[in-house]
Every structure is written in structure tokens, then in C-alpha cells.
């Protein structure tokens, strides 16, 4: 692949082999300081469409706030996520960042893959998964050390970026940007839009399950479970999931243990579960959304069993 020509939604790629990815990676396993985990060894030699540039992406940590990659080189695959198999079990699902320098176009979809390399031992045992005892190293956990934080006007320049690299039309940028002026003007003036009142926030346990079909409650009964900064125990119920209130859908897994932004520290989620097709795109608190596509966190509480089949 010529070094100057950038991946642009919709081009097929194949991961490297690993003889090859070893080659871009120092003594961490790291390329500029983004780790090539464990969990990515599987697909080398395999193909996949570009999703989009993740020209920025949201960090969650300590403070949430949005980041870059230093030179814009990093790619989302479709449908590609962390499986978490390496870092203990991690069910973050995190959607997995690619160096351009680990892909390769693909120009023939009807060419031959390389030849399979018989690296992946090699592969795996230069790649680290801890830092501590309890502390993994992942691409979540090196999200601050591989990024650099933008200013108001860097995120506005994004937003152009952002259409002129495919990920969307400039439409669809029109609007995420009106979504996010709403409920940033809404915020200042009303505060959060589901804030509640309660000091201690209750729990419920449902113990759902993977296929179950449950429903949102609605808005009035979800604001009942919540404190003045629209969160249940720590977690917030962003405006964005109140469309799906009083609409079924089916569980996706438990969350039962996520490792943290920035951190490495691995957390317990009790009563919170994942649902089918419920992704954050961030427009109501990112202006021009984030490439990130995490799975959105449903507290039991914020659920119940659908009588409807």
C-alpha cells in the first residue's frame, strides 16, 4: 500500500501476517503506543471492509472528554470488536483501532490471501496484556498514552474532516451537530435531561440472560431510579436512550466486568446488561459524534421481562 494513500470507508483490507505486524511493533508490542492485542492475532491474513477513519474517538476514564490519533492512521473494520479473551475476560466489546501499517489494500477481491505464516507464537509472545497483578494493558487502557486531547476548535475542524473522509455525508453531519446544539443549550439552561432526585439510587435484579426479550421502561418510571446528574450508580442514562423507551428488544449479555479507560483497572457491572443493536453514537454529547460505536449500558432497573412474544 502506498504510504500516502489514506483508507477511506468501504476499502477492502487484509491484516498482515504475523511475521509482518511483529516487524511495526516495539518492545511493548505497541505501535505508537496503541497496542496490537492478543485478541487481533485471529484475523491476520483475513479480509474486511473498512468501516470508517477514526479520526477521533471518546475516552471514558477518570473524565470524559474526546481525543485524537496522532497521525491519522487509524481504521475500524466492520464488525471487528475485542473479545476480551486475553484480558481476562473483559465484555467491554470495545471496537478494535488498526494502524493502516498493519493492513493491506486489496485491489483483486478475487487475489489470493498471503501465504499463512506460521508467526503466531512469535506474534503473540512479544504482545503484553499486564501492567500489574490487576492491572491489564490493552488498547483501552493505552487509549490516553496513544491520543492527544483537542481543543473547541480542533473538534469543529473534525467535524469537516470528518465528511471529507467519507465516515459521513454532510448532511448527516448537519445533523448531528443541530442534536448536539439542542441538548448542549438544553443542558446549560435545564440541566440533564433525566436527572432525578435520589440521593442513594435503588438497584433491581432481573438476572437477564442472552436472547431474552425484555422493554424500556418508560421515562417517567427510569427518572424515578435516578440522582440529579441522570445516573444509577454511577452510571448515566444519556438522552439518546430515552428513543428506545417503550420498545422491545432482546439482550444482547450480561456485563458482568469491563476494564477501564486509561486505567487498566478491571470493574464489576452488577445488574447491567447489553442489548441488540444498542450503540452510542455520542451526538448528543459529542459534537459530531465519535467513531468509537460502544454498546450502551442498561441498568436491570431501567428494564423488565416482556409479557409479548
Known amino acids: 500500500m ?12 487484509e491484516v498482515k501476517t504475523p511475521d509482518e505486524i511483529l ?3 516495539d518492545a511493548d508490542g505497541t505501535l505508537d503506543q496503541l497496542p496490537f492485542m492478543p485478541e487481533m ?20 476514564g ?3 472528554t474526546m481525543r485524537v490519533f496522532r497521525n491519522d492512521d487509524v481504521v475500524a473494520l466492520d464488525g471487528v470488536r475485542c473479545s476480551g479473551a ?9 471496537l478494535i483501532f488498526w494502524r493502516e501499517a498493519w493492513l493491506r489494500k486489496i485491489v483483486d477481491a478475487n487475489g489470493r490471501s498471503q501465504a499463512e505464516s506460521d508467526g503466531h507464537w512469535r506474534l503473540r509472545r512479544r ?9 491489564f494493558f490493552c488498547q483501552a487502557s493505552q487509549l490516553l498514552k496513544a491520543t492527544d486531547s483537542l481543543s473547541r476548535w480542533s473538534r469543529i475542524g473534525m467535524c469537516l474532516s470528518e465528511v471529507r473522509a467519507g465516515n459521513c455525508g454532510a448532511l448527516q453531519m448537519a445533523q448531528r451537530i443541530g442534536i448536539w446544539l439542542f441538548w448542549r443549550i438544553r443542558r446549560k439552561f435545564l440541566g440533564e435531561y433525566a436527572r432525578g432526585s435520589m440521593q442513594s439510587t435503588p438497584v433491581e435484579r432481573l438476572s437477564l440472560r442472552h436472547g431474552e426479550l425484555i422493554e424500556v421502561k418508560p421515562m417517567g418510571n427510569i427518572i424515578e431510579t435516578l440522582n440529579r446528574t441522570a445516573r444509577n450508580r454511577g452510571l448515566y442514562f444519556s438522552p439518546n436512550m430515552r428513543r428506545l423507551c417503550g420498545t422491545r428488544h432482546r439482550v444482547k449479555e450480561r456485563l458482568d466486568k469491563i476494564i477501564v479507560d486509561g486505567t487498566g483497572e478491571m470493574r464489576e457491572l452488577p445488574n447491567t446488561v447489553v442489548l441488540e443493536d444498542s450503540l ?12 468509537r460505536s460502544e454498546f450502551v449500558y442498561w441498568r436491570e432497573i431501567w428494564l423488565r421481562r416482556s409479557q409479548r412474544t
Open 2 to 13: 502506498n504510504p500516502r494513500a489514506r483508507l477511506r470507508p468501504g476499502d477492502l483490507v
Open 23 to 25: 516487524q511495526t511493533l
Open 41 to 60: 492475532v485471529e484475523f491476520c491474513g483475513k479480509r474486511f471492509h473498512v468501516s470508517r477513519r477514526v479520526l477521533k474517538t471518546c475516552f471514558s
Open 62 to 64: 477518570s473524565i470524559s
Open 86 to 94: 486475553a484480558h481476562g475476560g473483559c465484555q467491554k466489546a470495545c
Open 127 to 135: 504482545l503484553k496484556t499486564l501492567t500489574g497483578p490487576k492491572t
Open 280 to 291: 452510542c453514537g455520542c451526538e448528543s454529547i459529542a459534537l459530531g459524534g465519535c467513531s
